[in-house]
């Protein structure tokens, strides 16, 4: 009797983690066509805090390296939440130092981006070793654009494939605060950082797309809590009336296919004032975690 | 002990999607892919990272939402590991539901524009045998996305 019970329990274990593997996923058969078919519900995929901000760099304002995480090794970190907004937080100011050329600042994030690694227990790519044998190398700076790059999109699959999607949510919404905190508040003026300003408004469609990723995870008691306190910046980015562009949905200039039309965003003046409060409250609610 | 047994075959069988799920998650990195993007590399062109691998049924049909920053060009490859089978995708603009681009009979496919403007676009996708399969012909593969951009 005990034996078959324990089987039941056994086999009702599995059932249920293959469910939990399988999440957002549907089964559709349609008729008169392929028999089994499967369909999922849409994934939603974001840019990397690399090319967030990357694109934001090109808008040329001047990093101002005070606005960057400061380094307290002494610091610790109370649980899984602190510890992931914190490694986003860390790895966006990674691809700001890294950008601005200072190896030796890069070596510093480095450090805490693999710190926070391990007690998060995500193995990445690059480990220590590899940091220290990049230390010793010419070019560091192209070995660190390198392991900058490639971090979060390691993050992403290896998070994913251990289904730990409650953690990326947390590490890329640190990240994507961090990127818009230090560009907003790098730039002092409307007028003349306009371009910036551009920029960061139209971030609205990764910050969207990052967001609508999270919310699939909103079951967990920590991501629902996160979607609260950010809800008023998706507020603000809400609020940026779209201007549609005259240009032709498909036109072809010499031998290149262009894709227009669609729509851009561009902050007021006042609507910028209240971003920039808005991200400065939550880099510090996510600093005191 | 005969128990065990097939508690660790079920187990196993249980695990393969999963399993499959890992071997397609460099499936956009492999030559199939790679041998056309080498060239573009020279040009400037670097890897979006939304580019993905994913696991991918016979016959399944795929919606895949990515941001595409404007004043970027673009290069989107995909293509399957399944083998004489065609592939039905099209590129939709999500806010305006304009269709960007489509593609009914294609084996893998190739698209190069440059984007104006900042815009979510659904990639749908769907696996097109060339006849009505039967369950057991329905078989794992990959799927594969690699975008360049620069």
New interface residues.
Partial sequence: MY?KTY?IF??LL??L??CI??KGETIRVEEG????????????????P??VVD?LEQSNFNLNPDLLTEIDFKKTYINNQAKSLNLGIFTTDLAFVVRNKDTQKALQYLDVVFYLCSELNISTIATIETVERIKNNMNVIDSLQFIS?EL??DFI?ILK?DNREDILSMVALGSYIEAFYVTSYSVNNYIDYFETVKSLS??K??F??CI?FIDGYKEDENIATLLGNVSYLIEIYEEIQ?IK?T?R??SNRTE??????????IMSEDQFETYKLELSRLKQLFLEL | MK?AYF?IA??FL?RI??IY??EC?HFHKTDVFMDIAKPYFDDGYII???S?G?SF???????????L??GK?YILLINTSFEKSKLEYSII?E??R?E?FSHKESIAGKI?????????V?IELKH??DR????NE?KDGCLGILILWK
């Avoid at chain 1, 066509?33 to 990397?48: D, G, L, M, V, W």
């Avoid at chain 1, 290149?256 to 965003?265: D, E, L």
């Avoid at chain 2, 049924?57 to 941001?67: D, M, R, T």
């Fill in positions: 034996r089987f056994i086999i599995v059932l983690q293959s593997h399988k066509q392929i028999n089994n078919s499967r369909s999922f519900e849409t994934e939603y995929f974001f840019p990397s690399n090319e694109v790059n979060f999109v699959e494939s139209n971030q469609i990764a969207e797309n609508s779209p562009n240009s949905l498909i290149k296919t262009i894709v227009g039309g669609g729509y851009q965003y | 128990q508690i079920f187990l249980f999607t999963g799920a890992q998650r979006y990272n939304q993905k994913i049924l016979k016959g399944e049909s795929k919606k895949i939402n990515l941001v920053y404007g060009d603009d806010r305006t304009q960007i190069e524009f440059f984007n104006e403007s900042t815009r979510k659904i097109k045998a009505k399969l039967n369950a329905v």
